[in-house]
Structures are given as structure tokens and as C-alpha cells.
């Protein structure tokens, strides 16, 4: 047992001594003269004898009142026993709703056991506990606000389900933290394997991070890589797989081009180690698919899709030190595989292969690339003061993005060789150019930051029209994107999104774009037309291993099988105390 306020019971002496000492001082009356004292033969004595205390004679009516202050006084110091339970007077259930939860080796997954978990500690709860319900996926989102509703947050539990994408634990700590910040004795509960990035730049506060772990074993198997490159002998296919288990396992993986097979071969994987296969392509190959035929605990990333054809999938290199908006605006299109870097790569290079569809220098001077494209804002010479785009071409890049009515702090003279053609321009100074031999290459002559052009809609308009222009076509075909990610779509009409997994639900385009936020699961979507291919493609997921702690800052906190709860039992000895006061009245009324 435990106290809150343990000074309070330092009043048990001083409020003691006061009670006694009412009992050894002497009731002072007035003197009164009689005619003899026989008529009142009890208060001889009390003539006699003339001190101010008299001797303490045993008192039922004492005893009660020193046992009343000694309640008050231990409920006053607000004492707490520990019991079984997940839950504190204020908690925030943080589940874990990431791809590796969807292992099966506890029944009938991790994610459902994770939830029975919570909906039984909702279960136990106290009439007046205050929880709320967080889920770590990609996105954390409030499931089920802070409330004493158990009826409600089990309804919201009961709605839940998990994701193939990776978990940003780091931000749902956060935002639970946000949620009970300054309320003292609040918990914050981790239902989760542990399977996550290292946590940075949080603290609980006054709460208490408790962690459950959820899962026991780690045996999966995990297709890492897909890809195919130009060879002499033709389009060579590569494959590589993991085995993220302790034991070596077996598995057969067949590959398909165009969902045709053209090979199956059966692989050992060590433990911890990785295996490969090759293969050629039939020419002309536009999608690649993988798939295991493990029995393992994890079954998302059984598969791997990936994009031969440039139309679906273009790699992506900024070259910059810091825009947010053109690295979001790049990033919402689900062709692209994005890096980012502070200068050019040692790797890339005139004369050197690129492994990039795109290079885009922002705020940073082009250098000789062998890309299939390359985009450049704000590298020239010179500077042109607040410009404004007064000659727009009508040309695919220039559609829907509005330069006319952009405001431009300040923009650099391009140097155009002599194939360039210009889009846009302002006092004959050129804005915007662009070239397609010998590579696709687009100038703009100011950096986004330094304009307002990254506020406007026609950003990502024009960044989507940019990929298109470099990836020498239209959005057609089959389009390979990972999970979580958000992409945008350009059409006028509303569009029906239909997902493997989930109920289908109607997208209404807002100024040209119909916006997807983050696709959860992995597998096949219809887009209006347009098929999407989407994986699971990541170590921190593959890697299924419960973990024992989970550490944030400087902190660790060990996974609890039991954990337990503070439970104040005070009122119950203020209800205590009164009852022996009102017995004591009794008494006393009785006694008179």
C-alpha cells in the first residue's frame, strides 16, 4: 500500500492528544452553596478534589472518537493498493494497427488480440475512468474520444481494423500525450509488438507509458526486391527474399511477367540472410510480380509487384536543402519512388549511369546528368525582380497550373541552349522552358519558396504534369505504389475507388484532383478505370520479433505481463468514519 499525500497522517498525533486531553481536563461548574452535601453523594469527590485534570477512566465514547480521527486522518493521506488491471483513472489505449500486427501467431491475429484486450480492460474499468483510443498506423487517428462512454469506445473498437503500411508510433505517443497533458496519474497504454522505428522528440509528461506486448514468435518470410535491368541477353529479372526467422526456411517463389509465369524455382534461406534468383523477361514486359509460397506468420509481404515501363513507376532524386512543399508535391504521386539529397550524388554525373527517371535541382545550380529528365527551378544567372508570367504557352505542362496569376519575389536569367522552347515568360525574360532531346529537361527561373506558387492548387498540378512529361506519357496502365502512401489523381468526375479489403467509396474532385489518403492495404484497387498495385515493402514490418521494450528519448519501458493499477481506496474509509460518528451519536444519545 501506498499513500498520495503521506504528510497527512503526521495529524494523527496532534488531533490524538487533542481528544484525550478533552477527557483528562476537569469540567469547570459554578460553585453553588447548599444545606449538606449528602444529597448529592456522587459529586463528593468532585468537591474534594480541586486540579485542573482528573484521572483518564476508560470511555466507550473515547475509543470511538480517537477511531474516527484515525480514519480521517489515513483517508486524508488518500491511500492506494495495487491491483490487477491495464487502465488508470485517465488512460489512452494506443493500438498498434501497422502491418506487422497482422501476424498470426497469437489467435486469431495480433491486431484482434490486442483489441480483446482492450475491450476487456474497458470491461474492468472503473464507473468514473476517463479513456480514450488511439490506432498506429501510418496516420494515428482518435478512434474513440477521452470519455467515461465504455459503450461507445467498445463500439469503436469493435469498427477497427489493421493496416499493411508502416506505424508512426513516435506521432500517435505524441498525440496521446497532447491528449491527457497536466492531468496527474494518467496512463498512456501501448497494446503492440514493439515492431517500429525508434521513438524521437517525445515525453509522456506526467503520465505513465505502460507497454503490452502483443505476439511471441518471429518466423516470416519477406520478398525484399524486385527489379529488372537491360542486359545482352535481354530484360534480366531479379528477386530477393529474407528470412527474418531464426531457423532456416524453405519456400518456392514464382515469377510472373504480365501475370504469365516465367519462373519457379524453390529456395533455402538461412536464418537472418537473404537469398536471390534471376531470370529473363520476355521483351516488352511492362509489370513484374513475385510470390512466395512460405507459410509463414505475415502474409502481405508474400508478394512484390514492381513496374517495369516508365509510366508507372519513375525514381525521383531532389536535389535541395529544404522545401517541404516540392517534396510533398512530389510525393503525392503514387508513380514516384522518391530520394532526397543536399547535393548531387558522387554516383551521378556526366558520363556516369544514373539509376534515376528524374533528377530536380531546386534553389541549386544543374549540373550534366545522364537521367532520363531532368527539372531545375531557380538556376541561372543574374536576377529579374517580382516578374509576372504575361506570355503562357498552351502546352501539356502549362495546363491548369495558372502562372499568370502567380506572385514571384524573384527569379534567375535562364541560359537555354538553343533546342529549348519557352513556355513562359515575362518582359521577354523567359519563366519556364523546356527541351525533350537530347533528354527531357524543364527550366523554371525561380525556386518555389521563393514565390507563392507552392499555396496555389496548380503545384502539384504542375509537378504531376512535369512526371507525365518525363515519363513520356499519360497515366495509363497499371499503376505500383506502396502502402500508406496518398496519391493525387487528375480528372473532372467523381471516381469510384475500390479496395481489396475495404468497403468501395465515391471520390469527388476538388479543382481538378481527386485526392486518395493513404491506401491501407495491400493488394489490387480499381481507381475509376485506372488499376492499382499496392505492397508492402518494409524491413521494420517484415520483421516480425516481439519486442521486450520499447525505448523513447532516454526512457525504456520493459513490456508487463501483468500490469496493474493504482486503486484509492479513501472513500471508503470517509464512508467508514462516518458510520462510526453516527454509530457514536447513537451511543452517546443512548448512554444519556
Known sequence: MSFQSPAMLWLFAPLEAAILALYLLRMRRQDIKIPASFLWPNQTEEVRANSLFQRLRFNWLLVLQLLIAALVCVALARPQFKQKGMLGTTTVIVLDASASMRATDVSPNRFENAKQMATEAIANAGVGDQIAILTAANTPQVASPLSNDSQAHRSALAQLKPTDTEGDMGEALRLAAAL?????????????????????????????????KIGTRQENLAIQSLGATKSPKGTEVYCGIKNFGLNEAQTEVAIYADNKLIHAQKLKVPSLNSAGIRCLAPAGTMILRAESSASDLLDADNRLTTAVTPTASLRVLLVSRADPFLERALLLDPRVSLDTSKELPLGEGKGKPSQYDLIVFDGIQAEPVESRGVLSFGSGKGRIQTPQADEVASHPITSGIGLENLFIDSAKQLELPSEATVLASSNNQPLLAIAEAPQRRVWVGFEPMNSDFPLQVGFPIFIANVLDFVGAGAQSGEIVTQTGRSMTYRTTQALKLESPNRPSINLEPTD????????????????????????????????????????????????????????????????????????????YARKS
Not at 182 to 204: W, Y
Not at 535 to 558: M, W, Y
Open 180 to 212: 491527457i497533458s497536466g492531468i496527474d496519474g494518467a496512463r498512456i497504454l501501448v497494446l503492440s509488438d514493439g515492431c517500429f522505428t525508434k521513438i524521437s522528440e517525445f515525453s509522456p509528461g506526467k503520465a505513465a507509458v505502460v507497454y503490452k
Open 512 to 587: 481538378g484532383l481527386v485526392t486518395v489518403s493513404g491506401l491501407p492495404d495491400a493488394g489490387e484497387y480499381k481507381l475509376g478505370d485506372q488499376r492499382l498495385t499496392v505492397n508492402l515493402r518494409s524491413d521494420t514490418e517484415s520483421d516480425i520479433a516481439p519486442k521486450t521494450d520499447i525505448s523513447f528519448g532516454q526512457a525504456t519501458v520493459k513490456a508487463t505481463q501483468t500490469p496493474y493499477r493504482l486503486a484509492d481506496f479513501w472513500r471508503m474509509l470517509a464512508l467508514l468514519a462516518l458510520a462510526v460518528l453516527a454509530f457514536e451519536w447513537w451511543f
